[in-house]
């Protein structure tokens, strides 16, 4: 098959969308399939990684138009129309089989005209605030229902929600085991900060000031994550040399499962990674810093999986309190358990053998 996606990154959209695309194109190359890649060339792109990943990309240029009715216009960059009329043509020439659509900035309007004639269309979707002409849609998010779409989509449409179809790299299911095992000892000792690849507002320095100001045990250490396109990374980079304890600061990798499996606790964003934190049975600090990680953000906390931060409140007061109370090897254990819970890790396999159930309807 042929598998043409849509999806953009940028300082304000993050990396998310584009990350988890990517992942599903891997899934699907490995399968034999071709895939094509058209993203924006928004500030904070991600166009040189689809590239390196091997992948055909086509780039378009921000756009002069901007819409208004949806809540996340402003992120195409463009009107549906404009970009419409730039994905159109292509799409009719490469004849793709399927077309994964993952933008809050389209809706059923732009997946109507830039169908080609026999393609399905895959929706991959957080905010079931919009309609959308597809043949499958995908909510991975926690709490999330088939009714929460209901008179959004076709009849015909299929539905898939949950977290057990998070679209997780294959690494994290094969450290899965691992990972879980180590945690029975409940000792909290490596703390993993990743605030997501951009972090615009600059948290994650925030976070490290305000954890100077806490009593924290002696052999506490930390590995930050930031992006290589991080706005902010040079200054968390010569903050953490001032830090009374160790620090690494890490950008651009490729082995996050690999540190998140050996990390006791992390301090981390809503939104996708909470499920790749959520296979590894990693404890989390979770800050929410875009609106629409609210609600899965909530379902985690009331699962005991995670205990949320508030970035307007105290943060210095909030990180002690939750330092302390993951002090204690059962209640470390009790909310790593909580998280292995939710997913195993394999969604991109289950959604992969539907598509092709599909697609052979």
């Known amino acids: 098959m042929k598998i043409a996606f849509r999806a953009d990154a940028s300082l304000e959209i993050g990396t998310g969308h584009v990350m988890r695309c990517l992942t599903l194109g891997r899934a699907l190359r490995e399968r034999g399939h071709e895939c094509l890649f058209i993203s924006r060339e928004h500030l904070g792109n991600l166009l040189t990684l689809i590239s390196e990943e091997g992948f055909a990309m086509h780039a378009l240029p921000v756009g002069n138009e901007l819409d208004s009715e949806l809540a996340h216009a402003k992120w195409l960059g463009a009107s549906q129309t404009e970009d419409a009329l730039a994905c159109k043509e292509l799409l009719a020439s490469w004849c793709p089989d399927w077309l994964v659509v993952d933008h809050y900035g389209l809706d059923h309007r732009w997946e109507e005209s830039v169908r ?80 997501g690849g951009v972090d615009q507002h600059d948290y994650t320095r925030k976070i490290l000031k ?17 992006g290589a396109t991080a706005p902010h990374l040079q200054v968390v980079r010569e903050f953490a040399e001032q830090c009374p304890w160790p620090v690494e600061v890490l950008s651009g990798i490729n082995n996050m499962a690999q540190h998140m499996a050996t990390a006791d606790l992390a301090i ?60 204690d090897c059962g209640t470390l254990r009790g909310y790593s358990s909580a998280a292995s819970q939710i997913t195993d890790g394999v969604g991109v396999e289950r959604v992969l053998d539907i598509m092709s159930s599909i697609s052979s309807s």
């Open 116 to 195: 080609p004639v026999g393609c399905r269309v895959l929706v991959i979707d957080d905010l079931a605030d919009r309609q959308h002409s597809c043949d499958l849609l995908l909510d991975q998010n926690l709490g999330r229902s088939h009714c929460d779409y209901h008179g959004l989509l076709r009849q015909s449409c299929a539905v898939l929600t949950g977290p057990l179809y998070a679209l997780l790299r294959p690494e994290f299911a094969e450290l899965r085991a691992d990972s879980l095992a180590r945690r029975e000892e409940g000792l909290l000792s490596k703390v993993l900060i990743a605030l």
């Open 268 to 327: 981390g964003a809503g939104g996708a990674t909470s499920w790749e934190r959520c296979c590894l049975g990693v404890p989390t600090l979770l800050l929410i810093l875009a609106e629409n990680q609210l609600p899965a953000s909530r379902q985690l906390v009331t699962r005991e999986a995670a205990i949320m931060i508030e970035v307007g409140g105290d943060l210095r007061a909030q990180l002690q309190q939750t330092f302390r109370l993951m002090s």
């Open 210 to 226: 305000a954890l100077q100001a806490c009593q924290l045990a002696g052999d506490i250490r930390f590995t930050v994550v930031l």
